[in-house]
T-cell receptor, first 111, second 114 residues
Framework: KNEVEQSPQNLTAQEGEFITINCSYSVGISALHWLQQHPGGGIVSLFMLSSGKKKHGRLIATINIQEKHSSLHITASHPRDSAVYICAVRSGGTSGSRLTFGEGTQLTVNP | DAGVTQSPTHLIKTRGQQVTLRCSPKSGHDTVSWYQQALGQGPQFIFQYYEEEERQRGNFPDRFSGHQFPNYSSELNVNALLLGDSALYLC?????????????FGNGTRLTVT
């Protein structure tokens, strides 16, 4: 079992739909990141969370530390949101930290 | 302000050869991490460099080695290339152990081993 599990693996939505991507992890973490990866490979950091909830435009990310679970929500989805969304957890102490990634969720938003 | 830059963008090598990939961190960042991303999978942590030393290492063989220079730039070297080393290699930079430090990734180097 992977230390970071994402669901669903693939998601197809119609423009305007509300989208939720889930991430569960099994290790102790110092932070959780939501990342967006477009075809071609470049990765953009969307959020970094250690507790609670963050919002940026149409994107909302939440984390429940006790349940070791995070969700990424996209409101009023748009075809330009089509990308792979990756959850990554940061763990490790003062000797160095590392990221462990989920497998990613391929989102396709159709017009 | 330049972000993380990686070179080359694409590379084709033959089995058994050696390859060197390069990364320049975002200005002001002192820590560089390398990741391997196979097609259709999430990235896997290779190692992290700070103060010119490898601080942490993932589950990769010794064929994978690295270096960090005084200007914080970094190289990833892979010896005796295997077909399975074909992947996107990503570099990310950050400030050391700042848990609130956002991540900055380069666009990656696509390595194909034939």
């Amino acid at each position: 079992k992977n230390e970071v599990e994402q669901s669903p693996q693939n998601l197809t939505a119609q423009e305007g739909e509300f989208i939720t991507i889930n991430c569960s992890y099994s290790v102790g973490i110092s932070a959780l990141h939501w990342l967006q990866q477009h075809p071609g490979g470049g990765i953009v950091s969307l959020f970094m969370l250690s507790s609670g909830k963050k919002k940026h435009g149409r994107l909302i990310a939440t984390i429940n530390i006790q349940e070791k679970h995070s969700s990424l929500h996209i409101t009023a989805s748009h075809p330009r949101d089509s990308a792979v969304y990756i959850c990554a957890v940061r763990s490790g102490g003062t000797s160095g930290s590392r990221l462990t990634f989920g497998e990613g969720t391929q989102l396709t938003v159709n017009p | 302000d330049a972000g993380v830059t990686q070179s080359p963008t694409h590379l084709i090598k033959t089995r058994g050869q050696q390859v060197t990939l390069r990364c320049s961190p975002k200005s002001g960042h002192d820590t560089v991490s390398w990741y391997q991303q196979a097609l259709g999978q999430g990235p896997q942590f290779i190692f992290q460099y700070y103060e010119e030393e490898e601080r942490q290492r993932g589950n990769f063989p010794d064929r994978f080695s690295g270096h960090q220079f005084p200007n914080y730039s970094s190289e990833l070297n892979v010896n005796a290339l295997l077909l399975g080393d074909s992947a996107l290699y990503l570099c990310a930079s950050s400030l050391v152990d700042r848990y609130n430090s956002p991540l900055h990734f380069g666009n990656g180097t696509r390595l194909t081993v034939t």
